[in-house]
T-cell receptor, first 111, second 113 residues
């Protein structure tokens, strides 16, 4: 079992729709969770961090954390073609004492 | 500097040569990571430095790979006797504390010919 798992996609959504990206993690001791966006040929860019159960909103982005289910999600409202990228979920694992990344979900927003 | 800085941006080397990749973390950041990303693949953890603690080297793929962090700041990743399978983008990230947000440099694209 991978420590952080994501569906590789691609997830295809029409412009203006809500994109929902999901992630599960195996280390129940993980406390910090992050979403990164990576455009092709670029390095990952941090877009959201979440540390507590519930929702955290920042502009068009909402991160959701459910520690009981070991589940993290990212919602992108009013998706734009410029949101097309690979989205990486990461968890700081207390057990492994390091930041562990999922393989990423490729999002394609089509006009 | 304002962000994580990596050098060189690109490196082409001949098989069998040694290479050194440099990472300048954000000032004051105590944690520093090295990852490797092959074309179309996810991030592969290599090594993690946290303050004065012994580094976590569990991700280094072979003994040809080594890394050091001098004075708790600049880090150098060294690959000895490079092989074609070492070709990838090498990414460095730093964070203020152990489980804080980590920020990436622009990466070093290594090509072994």
């Amino acid at each position: 079992q991978k420590e952080v798992e994501q569906n590789s996609g691609p997830l295809s959504v029409p412009e203006g729709a809500i994109a929902s990206l999901n992630c599960t993690y195996s280390d129940r001791g993980s406390q910090s969770f992050f979403w990164y966006r990576q455009y092709s040929g670029k390095s990952p860019e941090l877009i959201m961090s979440i540390y507590s159960n519930g929702d955290k909103e920042d502009g068009r982005f909402t991160a959701q954390l459910n520690k009981a289910s070991q589940y993290v999600s990212l919602l992108i409202r009013d998706s734009q073609p410029s949101d097309s990228a690979t989205y990486l979920c990461a968890a700081f694992s207390g057990g492994y004492n390091k930041l562990i990344f999922g393989a990423g979900t490729r999002l394609a927003v089509h006009p | 500097g304002a962000g994580v800085s990596q050098s060189p941006s690109n490196k082409v080397t001949e098989k069998g040569k040694d290479v050194e990749l440099r990472c300048d973390p954000i000032s004051g950041h105590t944690a520093l990571y090295w990852y490797r990303q092959s074309l179309g693949q996810g991030l592969e953890f290599l090594i993690y430095f946290q303050g004065n603690s012994a580094p976590d080297k569990s991700g280094l793929p072979s003994d040809r790979f080594s890394a050091e962090r001098t004075g708790g700041s600049v880090s150098t990743l060294t690959i000895q006797r490079t092989q074609q399978e070492d070709s990838a983008v090498y990414l460095c990230a730093s964070s203020l504390e152990t489980d804080n947000e980590a920020f990436f440099g622009q990466g070093t694209r290594l090509t072994v010919v």
